[in-house]
Every structure is written in C-alpha cells, then in structure tokens.
C-alpha cells in the first residue's frame, strides 16, 4: 500500500537492539508484551482508528492508543526528538517520515528489524530502500508517496507535461478565470525543501548524492529550478498566498476551486474528487523538459528503542502493514499502499483510477539524502528557497543556488 491474521500474529517476533551508532541506550532484547502507544502525525481522514479497533479487538491486553502528533513533519519530529532524547517509554511505535530513517537508527532512538519478518520482497523496491540503513532494517514501510499534479479537467484540455506548457496554461486559465494558476507547498518547512528537490530533479540535477556524503547541486540546474518559481510569482500564476501553504492549505484551495493546479501527495484525490467530481484529475509531475521527477515520501514504521513493550510493538507493525490493511489503507485512507500488487489490482484501478500513473510516479521518484544531518540539509534549502520566494523581484536564483551549495557543503563537511 495475506496471511490469516492468526497466523501473522502467531510468529514469533524477535530482533536486535544495538543501534548503528554510539550513542544507543534503549531496552536490550526485544521482550515486553502490553499495552503500546502508537505516535504518528495527525489523521486528517479518519481512516486510522477503525484499523486500531481491529486490532484491540482481538488483544484486550495488548491494546493500542492513538497519540497524534502535528499534522506538520517538522513538528511531528521536534516532539518525538524530544520524548526519545528524554529516553521515554510513552511512545511505542512510531510513524517516521522515511528521511528520518537514519538520524533515528544512528543516536540509538529505535531497534533494528529482522528483514525476514517481513515480506519485503513484495513491497515497491524503492520504498524499502528508505528503512535501510548501514545495511540493517530499521522499520517497516507503511505508505508510500510521491507528488502527483492535480489539475481541472473542466479548464485543462491537455494536462501539461514541460513547465513550459504547466506556465502557458496557468496564465491563461487565470487571466480568463476567476481562479489562481499554480501552486505546491511553499511555506519554509520541509515541504518546501521537497518542492524545491522536485524542482532540481525534473531539470536533471540532484541536490545531495545518495548517501548523503556529497553536494551534487549544479548551480545551474539550482537557479533554472528556483526561476521556475520566481517566474510563476513574478507573472502571478503563482499566487503570494501559496508561500504559506502545506499539504493541507494546498489541498483546500485546491478542491475548494480556488487553483487550476496543484502539486500534492496522492493522500488528497480522495477529498478532491469528493467535492470536485470528475473536474479533478491527477498526472506526474511536469519538468524542463518532459515529466518531471517527485521526491519518494511515505512513512515507515519503527519501534522506540525505550518502549517496554517492543514485543506488542512489532506485532503490530507486522499486523499494520499486512495486505489487508494495506488495502484499506488506500480505500479508506486514500494513501499510497506499498505492496506492489495493489496498484495492478483492476478493482483498486477501477476505483482509483490514478494508480497506474502513482506507479510509474513512485517508481521513477528519487530518495533524500540518507543523513543523520538530514535535518540540517533540509533546513538550509527551505530557508534559502523561501527568502528568494519573498523577494521574486530582487533575489537572485544564481546567487541563491551558489550560496545554497557553500552551505550545504559546510554541513557535509563537518559532520
């Protein structure tokens, strides 16, 4: 996004605790049975809680409580940082944004997993890369994600593919329509940070390699990503208001019919095309050239190196995200499954009709940096890319990408 449950539940789970780092301290052994907490980012869809009832259902002993965090990434992280620098047993599993992968693994805050637990080989390839780290398991994908482009199919006759044809139509539909052009999530957090590497990737560059040891930023390709934005605030199709948008922003002025199109995570179709109804579509997102690269998001799940009950915890992890729940994690959740199968289901394609397209979307997007400073990255390309989005008419985008490239280089360099 399958066993009978009975079977899933009856294995016995075990697994390691050291962490790849030094800095570890969390419980030793992978014993403890009870009650868990399960810390992830706020439910804007309802669709979580119905799933914990189907597992306190069938463990009254070992029940689960929701403890929703901010619907934001960066909140989400500052509040779990601080529990598990406090070495807490309040949180039992917890829902990672996938870039945190190795910062956890490496201070020590979560217990590396068996690989053969899991049926990992089932999963979309480029999903499980993002729970690895030094070589170990470190949680389990959950959901996956990358951007799609929504658009108005009452407005957009052909959906554009270059930024090129996304600009010409864009300032069209405004000029004729009482309705903004153009806009993703552009307020200074980490969905700018996504929006601006989607923007490096789709004009054939890449920010930081792989693993995270090298700025690979052309300054070139940096200020042709940057001067897409500019360009679209400068013109206005891109309105002023898009710079205090997140996800959530974005998808209300979307499907409330205030943009023509919208950058977004799958996660909004389904409100969308509740209000919107066959005036919604979704395609991948344009580029330089031709279609565009999205950043790999989702959330993997992993269990607190302090829990006292990481027995329970990876019980239910393997539960979660079993094929049956990862089906309703699409159909009622509308988030993207990460067991391969279900997006060639013809059911599932029938019912959502963008899967195919989330596919290739998926498959084709590139990873963040694997960094235990990945925070510190994403921080400087935010702040940098915002301060230029403030002042379209006088920054510069080819100084803003040299300067952004010094500093991430320092970053890498020191750490």
């Not at 050239?289 to 239910?316: C, E, I, K």
């Amino acid at each position: 996004m399958h066993r009978p449950l009975a079977l899933l539940l009856a294995v016995a789970l075990t697994a390691g605790c050291a962490a790849a780092g030094d800095q570890g301290g969390g419980t030793t052994g992978t014993g403890g049975t009870g009650p868990i907490t399960f810390a992830t980012g706020r439910d804007t869809t309802a669709y979580l809680q119905p799933l914990l009832d189907r597992w306190n259902q069938a463990h009254p002993a070992e029940k689960v409580t929701l403890l929703e965090l901010p619907e934001a990434a960066d909140e989400q992280r500052a509040q779990m940082v601080a529990n598990l620098q406090a070495q807490s047993s309040r949180y039992d599993v917890l829902g990672l944004d996938v870039v945190w992968t190795a910062e956890f693994a490496e201070n020590g805050w979560i217990i590396p997993l068996e690989r053969g637990l899991f049926p990992l080989d089932r999963f979309l390839p480029p999903v499980v890369e993002t729970a690895v780290y030094k070589g170990k398991l470190w949680a389990v994908p959950y959901t996956s994600n990358a951007g799609l482009l929504y658009y108005r199919t009452d407005l957009v006759g052909k959906p554009p593919k270059t930024w090129a044809e996304l600009r010409d139509q864009a300032r069209e539909i405004t000029k004729n329509h009482d309705i903004d052009g153009y806009a993703g999530q552009f307020l200074a957090y980490e969905g700018l940070t996504v929006n601006f590497s989607e923007a490096v990737q789709s004009a054939g560059g890449q920010i930081v390699s792989r693993d995270g040891k090298e700025v690979t930023l052309d300054p070139a390709q940096g200020a042709t990503a940057l001067g897409f934005l500019l360009q679209g605030l400068r013109e206005g199709w891109i309105p002023e208001e898009s710079l205090s948008y997140k996800e959530e922003e974005s998808r209300l002025a979307f499907q409330e019919g205030r943009l023509a199109f919208a950058r977004n995570w799958p996660h909004a179709y389904g409100p969308a095309k509740a209000r919107l109804g066959d005036k919604v579509a979704v395609t991948r997102l344009p580029g330089l050239d031709g279609p565009g690269s999205s950043t790999l998001g989702g959330a993997n799940l992993a269990v607190s190196a302090f829990s006292r009950h990481q027995h329970t915890a990876q019980q239910f992890i393997r539960y979660f995200t079993s094929l049956e729940n990862e089906r309703r994690v699409l159909t009622e959740g509308s988030f993207p499954p990460v067991w391969t199968e279900l997006y060639d289901d013809p059911a599932l394609i029938k019912r959502f009709p963008y899967l195919p397209v989330l596919k290739e979307s998926i498959l084709a997007a590139k990873t963040r940096p694997v960094s235990a400073n990945y925070n510190q990255l994403s921080l400087v390309i935010a702040s940098s890319v915002a301060k230029a989005l403030g002042n379209p008419d006088t920054e510069s985008a080819d100084d803003v990408a040299a300067s952004m490239k010094s500093e991430l280089e320092e970053i890498i360099r020191t750490q």
